[in-house]
Nanobody, 125 residues
Framework: VDVVESGGGLVQAGGSLRLTCVASGSSFSAYAMGWFRQAPGKEREFVAATDWSGGSTYYADSAKGRFSISRENTRNTVSLQMNDLEPEDSGVYFC???????????????????WGQGTRVTISS
């Protein structure tokens, strides 16, 4: 499975961005999809994830109430709508596909096997 992210950019604090990830392959609906981010000098961290159907979603505490993840299995896409952005949201955002074992595994990068190259998000204050 190849995944490609898009939609990053530079916005002011309080603004919004929508990231999109397109995955190749006919088995997209079999995979959970996650978004992770990495700020300079920091470890990669979980942001949001959805199970294979989109029926279950998971969010980091920092994302709850501001970010929304959704997927369209017919189009092999998963999106991350990010509102009320803060400078602390800056970083490279990665999309990942995998088959996590359980709910907790959806929030861990070890639950994912396929990763994109990332798209950069910069929030100015």
């Amino acid at each position: 499975v190849d995944v490609v992210e898009s939609g990053g950019g530079l916005v002011q604090a309080g603004g919004s961005l929508r990231l999109t990830c397109v995955a190749s392959g006919s088995s997209f609906s079999a995979y959970a999809m996650g978004w992770f981010r990495q700020a300079p000098g920091k470890e990669r961290e979980f942001v949001a994830a959805t199970d294979w159907s989109g029926g279950s979603t998971y969010y980091a505490d920092s994302a709850k109430g501001r970010f929304s993840i959704s997927r369209e299995n017919t189009r092999n896409t998963v999106s991350l709508q990010m509102n009320d952005l803060e400078p602390e949201d800056s970083g490279v955002y990665f999309c990942a596909a995998g088959r996590p074992w359980n709910s907790e595994d959806h929030t861990r990068d070890g639950g994912y096997n396929y990763w994109g190259q990332g798209t950069r998000v910069t929030i100015s204050s």
